[in-house]
């Protein structure tokens, strides 16, 4: 059945749904296809199908709560997949405000764009894993649309919604009850279960459960890291991407412990009744999760509340003291932007003077070694604002050297290729987000570079885009992201440390920031 304008307008308005210029009104319809759990009926726009918020797991409420996800009821008829779903629980009960409009326990839903249905393609699979460390967003988001990719390259875009923070991340493993031995991990475990929907169901969306590229930025990034490492997703993925994800090791039983015990004293609990936090109000759960947080403020960029590492569900630290050996044969692409701060800094961190740079990079560094690190950044930038300085070591500090620390260990299995990035492309903001900031390789990899705001009107990310975009697809595609657009992008190994430049003018270079490599990771002891 066509849809009018009217209605395709009030469907497109509520799911924020991203559309090609090209693509007119009068090309949209809707678009049945089959799961395992029943039928769905989604919008096809142009000649790209859509459908949101398919069921990949029963709700998490009631006695599913810090359980492991479960399959959803079956359905009769069929089920619209016009709009995104819930997001994960997350907002604080106190500022009434929800995360994308409206938040659920029921949300273990997943959003597909695609080309084909039921068609025997064999597209390769981009499985997104959505930011906001282990605590928050959703991937329900116009900025993750796969509309341009699909088009693109001919491939299927997954984007899922999982739990999150407390209601995802609480150990309580270690408390007597048998049932909850797994708590600390269902938020990953729900990303398996997505996963596994995957294998079982993508073929009826024309693509192919033999090539599964899981990716993701930021948190997303960390989950990736976290899957590479977790013996249940064995199989399930065949290519791996972690974009500005600086996960090297994970919380372990006792530090997660002591943050379950908090979590029980505040929703006034013991060990002995912890069943009843099954029964208790959301509402009143996710209060307890924000006075934690307040005060026990989330540290390094993923959370207090993250996966835990429990010698069964996750066996290892994703990358630390060595990488995982779980999944040594999958190829794995990881990489950070130049200036990834910029992107979480307030106005004053951009009028800093020398003695306000020193100060601030003494904190990172140390009074003692504060002198030859900034000796070595001024060298490498010698047009510098200290700003800027300050902006570079705190990057570096936080992301860039974790992710080469990562190539590194992961190139020491001497199994599947690890090829590394450094996104220096710049962008025409000013202030919060300026230079290369958190979350710019998204628009580039999604080939949404037109509306997205860090690269919108600029001519060069849109070539950019072009090449990354594509790059990025073959990789889903083959394994290997060479396919001519980009220079020979060579794996990488502790000998040459071959790095993909990404920029106007992209390069791959043996070591481009080994200066400052040398002198700030032994500082860091990753």
Known sequence: MNLNRREFIRLTSLSGLLLPGSVALAQQSNVDADTQFG????????????????????????????????????????REAFEYGPAAPQSDPATGRQQDGFESEDCLVLNVWTRGIGDGGKRPVMF??????????????PR??????????????VTINHRLNMMGFTHFGDMGHTDFESSGTVGMQDIVHALKWVQNNIEQFGGDPERVMIFGESG?????????????????????????????????????????????????????????????????????YHAVVASNPPTDGGGTFAPTMDGEILPYHPFWPSASPVNPDVPVIVGANRTEMTYFAEDAAFQLDEAGMRDRV???????????VVNVYRQANPDA???????????????????????????????????????????????RG????????????????RDHPLTAGSDSAIVLADKISDTIIEFARSGNPNMGKLPLWR????????TMVWNDSSQVLNDPIGRQREILLPILSL
């Open 144 to 157: 993750y649309d796969g509309t341009n990719l699909a088009m693109r390259g001919d491939v299927v875009v």
């Open 220 to 288: 997303g990034g960390r989950k990736v890291a976290t899957l590479l490492g977790m013996p249940s997703a064995k199989g399930l993925f065949h290519a791996a991407v972690i974009e500005s994800g600086a996960t090297l090791r994970l919380p372990d039983r006792e530090n997660a412990n002591s943050l379950a015990e908090r979590v029980l004293d505040e929703l006034k609990l013991s060990r002995v009744n912890l069943p009843q936090i099954q029964q208790l109000p959301l509402n009143r759960i996710m209060a307890a």
């Open 362 to 372: 003494s904190e990172i560094v140390g009074q003692d070694k504060l002198d030859a």
């Open 434 to 449: 300026a230079m290369s900031p958190h979350t710019l390789d998204i628009p580039f990899i999604f080939d949404n570079a």
């Open 128 to 141: 997104w894993c959505h930011g906001g460390g282990f605590r928050t967003l959703s991937g329900s988001s």
């Open 491 to 498: 794996p990488y190994n502790a000998e040459t440390r071959a």
């Open 385 to 431: 604002s200290p700003a800027e300085i300050y902006f570079l070591v705190f990057s570096d500090s936080r992301y860039v050297m974790q992710s080469i620390t990562i190539a590194q260990r992961r190139a020491a299995l001497g199994a599947g290729p690890t090829y590394l990035y450094y996104l220096t492309w710049e962008t025409a903001e000013t202030g």
């Open 39 to 78: 039928r769905i009926r989604g919008i096809k726009a142009g000649a790209v199908n859509i459908f949101k918020s398919v069921p990949y797991g029963a709700s998490t409420a009631g006695a599913n709560r810090f359980m492991p996800p479960r399959d959803p009821v079956p359905w009769r008829e069929y």
